[in-house]
């Protein structure tokens, strides 16, 4: 079980049907384990070298979806990492084969956004990509919460 309970005032927690304002800055989500969030935590983000929308940091505005990563790993053992991201110039990537899907970078954008339900991302959430890992800043870490009559897996530290 995810909760995000910091709704207060600051930076928006854009919500993720809405396009981002270029040049704003929001509060976005990274799914990952527990190593990958120390070692983000310590030194930042490290772009992948490829995926959907090609190399960046994937992030979404959505919890849910930002909970589910790493996908091969149980729920327990992750982490969601809650960022300020400045999109900067922001390009909408909403079908595949999208002409920029993978080279929007290339064409002047920091940002690659799919939204939801575009047919892009098998959950239907929406998902964004930065391509420089500079604009991110790490806020804190996330950690599942045990419910009630669930198995208690322990130190969430």
């Known amino acids: 079980m995810w909760a995000e309970d910091d709704l207060g005032p600051g930076v928006p927690c854009l919500e993720s049907y809405a396009e981002p304002d270029e040049g704003k800055v929001y509060r976005m989500y990274h799914g990952t384990s527990k190593s990958a969030a120390i070692k983000i935590i310590r030194s930042g983000f490290q772009p992948s070298a490829g995926g959907m929308l090609g190399p960046g ?74 391509w420089d890992p500079k604009r991110i800043q790490v806020i804190d870490a996330i950690y599942p919460q045990p419910q009630a009559g669930c198995h208690n897996y322990g130190d969430r530290a």
Not at 57 to 86: C, I, T
Not at 96 to 102: A, E, T, V
Request: proline share 8%.
């Open 57 to 130: 940091v994937y992030l979404s505005r959505d919890l849910n979806k930002a909970s589910r990563y790493p996908l091969n790993l149980p729920e327990h053992e992750r982490v969601v990492l809650r960022v300020f991201a400045n999109v900067g110039r922001v390009k909408r990537i909403d079908r595949q084969d999208h002409p920029l899907q993978k080279t929007w970078h290339s064409h002047g954008y920091d940002t690659a956004w799919c939204p939801p339900n575009c047919g892009m991302v098998p959950s239907g959430l929406e998902e964004d990509c930065v």
